[in-house]
């Protein structure tokens, strides 16, 4: 069982966290981030870092104690430092370029795919075809990452299309191969 819960959020220099309530707001040097947090759960300030309180101790407030937690955590690092994901496009004749908030993919479809970048989200691409993206909020980031991702799906014979940079495809072999 994950101890996530129990373990103190420390908050940089620079970045200051709001409670009223169940609704939490941080800012920082990189923007603000708001949410509202479970009511099972409160935080509490403890020595200039804060800690999650659990109202009860059954299994779904602690499960409760460990995401807010983790998501109170990822909005400070965001307004602090931020995040960043990276997309790599395999493919003859596949890229991607940048206009605005605008994504222009050309992934082999007959016309290119316009991706508008939602408030929030910045994208650069660089000559190898790689897509960075960067955010303060990681939750948003990764939504964005999934959907464009979801415009051409790595295929497993060649490996053509968007992946994530670290994802790893298994490859098969062609129906060639599998006569031999």
């Known amino acids: 069982m994950s101890?996530?819960?129990?373990?103190?959020?420390?908050?940089?220099?620079?970045?200051?966290?709001?409670?009223?309530?169940?609704?939490?707001k941080v800012t920082g040097p990189k923007g603000s981030l708001e949410r509202n947090i479970r009511p099972e759960v409160l935080l509490e300030?403890?020595?200039?870092?804060?800690?999650v309180v659990r109202k009860d101790n059954s299994n779904r407030t602690r499960a409760f104690s460990g995401l807010t937690r983790t998501l109170v955590n990822n909005m400070i690092i965001g307004v602090d430092k931020g995040f960043q994901k990276k997309l790599a496009i395999?493919?003859?004749?596949?890229?991607?370029?940048?206009?605005?908030?605008m994504l222009n993919l050309s992934v082999g479809y007959s016309n290119p795919v316009e991706f508008n970048l939602?408030?929030?989200?910045?994208?650069?691409?660089?000559?190898?075809?790689?897509?960075?993206?960067?955010?303060?909020?990681?939750?948003?980031?990764?939504?964005?990452?999934?959907?464009?991702?979801?415009?051409?799906?790595?295929?497993?014979?060649?490996?053509?299309?968007?992946?994530?940079?670290?994802?790893?495809?298994?490859?098969?072999?062609?129906?060639?191969?599998?006569?031999?």
């Open 3 to 24: 101890r996530i819960g129990n373990q103190p959020i420390l908050v940089p220099q620079g970045v200051t966290l709001d409670i009223q309530g169940t609704f939490v």
């Open 45 to 51: 300030e403890k020595d200039g870092s804060y800690v």
């Open 90 to 101: 395999e493919g003859v004749g596949y890229r991607a370029e940048v206009k605005g908030a």
């Open 118 to 180: 939602p408030t929030g989200v910045s994208a650069e691409v660089d000559k190898t075809n790689t897509i960075t993206l960067t955010s303060v909020d990681k939750e948003l980031l990764g939504e964005t990452a999934a959907k464009i991702r979801s415009v051409r799906p790595p295929e497993p014979y060649k490996g053509k299309g968007i992946r994530y940079a670290d994802e790893y495809i298994a490859r098969k072999a062609g129906k060639a191969a599998g006569k031999k």
